[in-house]
């Protein structure tokens, strides 16, 4: 091992200019007589001569310093032992080594064709095996296949450190077409970035200034600050107690999902396995909470529920719970069941269950429709006695109900009065003590004869009354109403 101290003396020695053989040679000449002969000043001066002529020779061809000889300046050196520089004893120089390369040259240049890195350095205590500092630029540039690989054997070690005044970036990463920072791992986390302060949330667009364990900036109005690929998820955001992932924009979209699957999936997709929604929409401003959109014939929202619950819920404390509107002739909601249940169905503790209203003078406030021989366009029904399954009413003296085509009732029916009798008898459960019932002999009872009174027995029926006895038995019709 060479000391520092050592080190420097025989460097000055060798940086000497070489006329400095010559000068020893031109001194030794110069002796006294009475101390040296005159022949052995000849002797000395050419021996110098020749030492001389050798180190200028020697320097003129690339000359190399060899194992245990002295440093060498300006020239190639080489060793077959390693080469070890140390402070003296009892010295704390700092730095042990330290070289001005002056100007825009570089202090020092490491070469290695072999695996182990062209400059190499080791921390045998707590600190780190390289340090960079730089007043205005990078602390630590690497250019190559890899510019600077960082590797810890500790475990919960740090393979590369970067560290930033305020204001200041830690570790920066820049490539003109590829990557610019890139992080691998066979089993652990590639890339990790962590942070103690708070960010910006809410609607702040702002990049964060702090709080940010890992932030992506793209400058190009087309680019993309943070993607994620991988074969299971491409990026994944957790928070114990907040937002996983959180995104803002002030004139796009906050978050944008997009897939090319042809099984089904979705762009987006939300789960929760607690009580909450998996996917919850929420417009602040003026805008919808959650809005779908589609360009082909399918649902731009869709809900699905396997489990006895809801496909599609809407709730409003003070409003509309679900609108649908559209500016075609197809409804603004359309509701289908492929069972024997209702297609669409309302209800309400203490309004109408089912509303509609109409601003056109032809279309009506509800319609129903039923293509089948049998089936019923429109129907109401009450479920207590008291109640009314169909009311048509008019506020304003118009009417109330407007029947076009044929009216059928249940409570209508027909009879016959026996011939020889002036009186016939109806079974009808609907009569009530208030009933208005109507009778009309519609055959020809072979006598003069008329219909004098009728006799009401609630939940009987009732029992019609001629002036006189019909000669032939004749038939009858009746309509039962409620006054």
Excluded: C, Y
């Amino acid at each position: 091992m060479i000391n520092a101290e050592t080190t420097r003396d025989e460097a000055r020695v060798d940086e000497r200019p070489q006329s400095t053989v010559l000068e020893r040679a031109e001194r030794s000449m110069e002796r006294p007589r009475d101390q040296t002969s005159r022949r052995k000043m000849l002797v000395r001066a050419a021996a110098g001569l020749a030492a001389a002529g050798a180190l200028l020779e020697a320097r003129g061809a690339a000359a190399q310093a060899a194992t245990g000889s002295p440093f060498i300046l300006g020239v190639p050196n080489d060793a077959n032992t390693t080469t070890e520089l140390g402070p003296t004893p009892g010295f704390s120089p700092n730095p042990t080594l330290q070289i001005d390369a002056g100007g825009a040259a570089t202090a020092v240049k490491g070469t290695s064709s072999g695996g182990f890195g062209a400059i190499r350095a080791e921390n045998a205590g707590a600190g780190p095996g390289v340090v960079g500092t730089s007043v205005g630029n990078a602390g630590v540039v690497g250019i190559g296949g890899t510019g600077v690989v960082g590797n810890t054997t500790v475990s919960g070690g740090i393979g590369v450190a970067g560290s930033g005044a305020p204001g200041g970036t830690g570790v920066n990463g820049f490539s003109d077409t590829n990557v610019g920072v890139q992080g691998d791992s066979t089993s652990g986390i590639g890339v990790n970035g962590g942070s103690s302060g708070a960010g910006n949330t809410g609607t702040d667009p702002t990049p964060s200034t702090a709080g940010v364990g890992v932030r992506g900036r793209n400058d190009d109005p087309s680019g993309i600050g943070v993607e994620g690929t991988g074969g299971l998820i491409g990026v994944k955001g957790a928070s114990s107690s907040g937002t996983g992932v959180f995104g803002v924009s002030t004139s796009g979209e906050g978050v944008s999902g997009r897939t090319s699957s042809s099984n089904a999936a979705p762009a987006v997709f939300g789960n929760n396995l607690g009580t909450g929604p998996g996917v919850h929409g929420n417009g602040a401003g003026s805008g919808n909470g959650v809005i779908g959109t589609t360009f082909t014939a399918a649902s731009a929202v869709f809900g699905t529920n396997s489990h006895g619950g809801i496909g599609v819920e809407g709730l409003s404390t003070d409003f509309i719970g679900v609108k649908g509107s559209t500016n075609s002739a197809n409804p603004g909601v359309l509701g289908t069941n492929a069972g024997s249940g209702a297609g669409v169905q309302g209800g309400s503790t203490s309004g109408p269950g089912v509303l509609g209203q109409s601003n056109s003078g032809t279309a009506a406030g509800v319609d129903g429709q039923n293509a089948q021989p049998s089936g019923v366009g429109v129907r109401g029904l009450a479920l207590v006695a008291l109640a009314t399954g169909v009311r048509a009413e008019n506020a304003l003296g118009g009417f109330a109900l407007d029947v076009r085509g044929k009216a059928k009732f249940s409570t209508a029916g027909s009879g016959t009065i026996a011939a020889g009798s002036d009186a016939a008898t109806v079974a009808n459960p609907n009569v009530t003590a208030n009933s208005h019932i109507t009778a009309t002999l519609v055959g020809d009872p072979k006598f003069k004869t008329a219909l004098m009174w009728v006799d009401r027995s609630p939940g009987v029926g009732f029992t019609i009354h001629l002036i006189a006895a019909v000669k032939v038995n004749t038939p009858f019709t009746f309509l039962i109403v409620e006054p």
